[in-house]
């Protein structure tokens, strides 16, 4: 499967900041890639679809302009969150199409607006 | 639109026993793959065992298989010869072939697995 990786693991930030999460690929070239958003001990909401070249993809509901999506390159794709508020307090978690449409997933990010 | 539903907000299992976890499904899609994946508490989520609509057997990754029932739209994992390691939450989800769904996940609310030694 696909390895991936998140960086940062964790970030605390004031309101009002953008914080910027990367997703890397580091053996697999992602065409797509995708953003999840988990709360505590719920399950994982698909934020946006992440195309390489394109624009990302957004699920009904997710604002583009809140969070806003960068596939660059084949290896990596970056979420920014602009100007958070407490309510972006959440864990995302990117992951990556492999082969046979399974998606590997990275460590994640936990994120903690003040 | 595809649904997946986890009966079992939680389970316990004793060290070295087996045990099935739930997972009913719904979807239009004639093609789908259904996923179990594994987060243990750092968060991560780990990829266990496929299956696809159109597999003819079960599939079983090592001490993993999942009991496709594809009549009942039933996905259930079993775990067998519970390890203390395998405590955590467990996911069920499916991915369709085509329309909006291609390539998406749809997760289930997941299942709190314990096992006790």
């Known amino acids: 499967g696909a390895v991936v990786s998140q960086h940062p693991s964790r970030v605390i930030c004031k309101s009002g900041t953008s914080v910027k999460i990367e997703c890397r690929s580091l053996d697999f070239q992602a065409t797509t890639m995708f953003w999840y958003r988990q709360f505590p001990k719920k399950s994982l909401m698909l934020m946006a679809t992440?195309?390489?070249?394109?624009?990302?993809?957004?699920e009904q509901g997710v604002e583009k302009d809140k969070f806003l999506i960068n596939h660059a390159s084949l290896t990596l794709s970056t979420l920014t969150v602009t100007s958070a508020h407490p309510e972006d307090s959440s864990f995302y978690i990117c992951s990556v199409e492999g082969i046979g449409s399974t998606q590997y997933f990275g460590p994640g990010t936990r994120l903690l607006v003040l | 639109a595809q649904k997946i539903t986890q009966t079992q907000p939680g389970m316990f299992v004793q060290e070295k026993e087996a045990v099935t976890l739930d997972c009913t499904y719904d979807?239009?899609?004639?093609?789908?793959?259904l996923f179990w994946y594994k987060q243990p508490s750092s968060g991560e989520m780990i990829f266990l065992i496929y299956?696809?609509?159109?597999?003819?057997q079960n599939a079983t990754e090592g001490r993993y298989s999942l009991n496709f029932q594809k009549a009942r739209k039933s996905a259930n994992l079993v775990i067998s010869a519970s390890q203390l390691g395998d405590s955590a939450m467990y996911f069920c989800a499916m991915t369709g072939a085509g329309g909006t769904s291609y390539g998406k996940l749809t997760f289930g609310q997941g299942t709190i697995l314990t096992v006790h030694p």
């Open positions: 979807t239009s899609d004639p093609s789908y793959g």
């Open positions: 992440s195309n390489e070249g394109s624009k990302a993809t957004y």
């Open positions: 299956q696809g609509s159109y597999d003819q």
